[in-house]
């Protein structure tokens, strides 16, 4: 008995690798199969980090997910691409909890919240422009929305892989892009400690779209 099992684990151990070299990912950066239409953001794997400099001695980093909204696209027409994005300001994710609760909580004495405050609007992204710059890049403008605040934001985006999924995970047609860009949180009436934490806040963002 004891030879059976060992034969078996060894025998799966073996397998194992061989069957995920068989497997391919269904995504692929060939741009060309992209299709049109309107896409829904997929909310687990849509992610905008935002990151600035603490005190000149570390990057301070947090991420917001569990985002929203629709992607308009014609591969024939891609400067005519539309976003319109929400973003959850109250879910979002720090590096520690005691920043998180620093983020959301209300102001002292009545006074105005340091950041924004318990109950936070939710931010949102809307596309003015879409500058095509080359088969697999383009500069994306629009108007962000953050603590009641709009301002125009610039995004560099490159086109990261389109595919669909198997069909035993929805067989939904997805397409993703990376961005990055940079803030003034001043601007959105979030400048606490300016200058040390800096103004200036650097965005990478990871964007999954399916229809």
């Given amino acids: 008995m004891r030879i059976l099992i060992a034969a078996l684990v ?23 199969i992209v299709t049109g239409g309107t896409y829904q953001v997929d909310p687990n794997h849509t992610f905008a980090t935002w990151t600035v ?37 109250e879910k979002g994710l720090m590096t520690v909890e005691g920043l998180k609760n620093h983020f959301l909580r209300p102001g002292k004495d009545g006074g105005k919240p340091d950041f924004f405050g318990p109950d936070p609007a939710p931010g949102r992204f ?40 198997p069909a035993q995970m929805g067989g939904k047609e997805n397409v993703g892009f990376t961005a990055t860009g940079t803030v003034r949180r001043s601007d959105f009436g979030l400048g606490l400690a300016v200058p040390l934490v800096s103004d200036e806040v650097q965005l990478n963002i990871s964007a999954a779209f399916m229809k």
Avoid: C, E, W
């Fill in 126 to 165: 809307v596309s003015t422009r879409v500058t095509v710059r080359g088969k697999d890049a383009a500069t994306l403008a629009g108007n962000l929305t953050l603590n009641g605040v709009t301002k125009p934001v610039t995004l560099a985006v490159r086109f990261y892989g389109a595919g669909r999924m």
């Fill in 53 to 89: 400099d603490h005190f000149g001695f570390t990057p301070l980093t947090g991420i917001f997910g569990s985002m929203t909204g629709t992607l308009q696209l014609d591969p024939k027409a891609p400067a005519a691409t539309k976003v319109d994005v929400t973003i959850p300001i």
């Fill in 10 to 32: 060894a025998t799966t151990a073996v397998a194992t690798p061989i069957v995920a070299q068989q497997m391919k990912a269904p995504g692929t950066k060939n741009v060309a």
